[in-house]
């Protein structure tokens, strides 16, 4: 490249540098327009700036040096942290018990079928060999299954007890 391109290249980023900080405009990353005193120069550029804290506090010039269109840190806008401990519990489950509902696979067993009131399926194992009838409407005790056996599509459960509801 010869002296001439360079020290033309030169004088138009010097010129075009000097007419980007002569306005009086917004500062990069700022939306308040400059004053001249606290517009930067050439000189200013080459010391340290001083650190003095803002006359006010609202004030939305900042004494700390941000990147242009930085990042904000910290939670997202609207994000709250859970106030503490859950009054009522969070986790709603039924603990075994009594149940109404269905028979929905009937037989000897020891596999069966079974509905409740809600419409929830249940595969029930019990090996004690009660003949239930498809359809009857009964109240069973279950307990979650603790033996590896799949009755079919459902919760797998085992019966410890059935009545027949009249």
């Given at each position: 490249?010869?002296?001439?391109?360079?020290?033309?290249?030169?004088?138009?980023?010097?010129?075009?540098?000097?007419?980007?900080?002569?306005?009086?405009?917004a500062a990069p990353g700022?939306?308040?327009?400059?004053?001249?005193?606290?517009?930067?120069?050439?000189?200013?550029?080459?010391?340290?700036?001083?650190?003095?804290?803002?006359?006010?506090?609202?004030?939305?010039?900042?004494?700390?040096?941000?990147?242009?269109?930085?990042?904000?840190?910290?939670?997202?806008?609207?994000?709250?942290k859970p106030p503490g401990?859950?009054?009522?519990?969070?986790?709603?489950?039924?603990?075994?018990?009594?149940?109404?509902?269905?028979?929905?696979?009937?037989?000897?067993?020891?596999?069966?079928?079974?509905?409740?009131?809600?419409?929830?399926?249940?595969?029930?194992?019990?090996?004690?060999?009660?003949?239930?009838?498809?359809?009857?409407?009964?109240?069973?005790?279950?307990?979650?299954?603790?033996?590896?056996?799949?009755?079919?599509?459902?919760?797998?459960?085992?019966?410890?007890?059935?009545?027949?509801?009249p």
């Amino acid at each position: 490249m010869s002296l001439f391109r360079t020290a033309t290249a030169t004088s138009l980023v010097v010129v075009f540098l000097t007419a980007c900080s002569a306005t009086d405009t917004a500062a990069p990353g700022n939306s308040v327009p400059v004053t001249q005193s606290a517009a930067p120069s050439a000189l200013a550029a080459s010391q340290p700036a001083p650190s003095a804290p803002p006359a006010d506090p609202s004030s939305p010039r900042s004494t700390q040096a941000t990147p242009h269109n930085s990042v904000a840190t910290g939670p997202p806008p609207g994000v709250r942290k859970p106030p503490g401990i859950p009054k009522t519990p969070t986790d709603i489950v039924k603990s075994p018990g009594w149940t109404e509902g269905w028979i929905t696979r009937g037989g000897t067993g020891p596999c069966y079928g079974f509905a409740d009131v809600d419409g929830k399926p249940y595969a029930v194992y019990s090996d004690a060999g009660t003949p239930l009838m498809k359809g009857a409407y009964v109240r069973v005790r279950l307990v979650p299954s603790e033996l590896r056996i799949n009755c079919g599509e459902g919760t797998q459960m085992q019966m410890e007890a059935v009545e027949q509801v009249p």
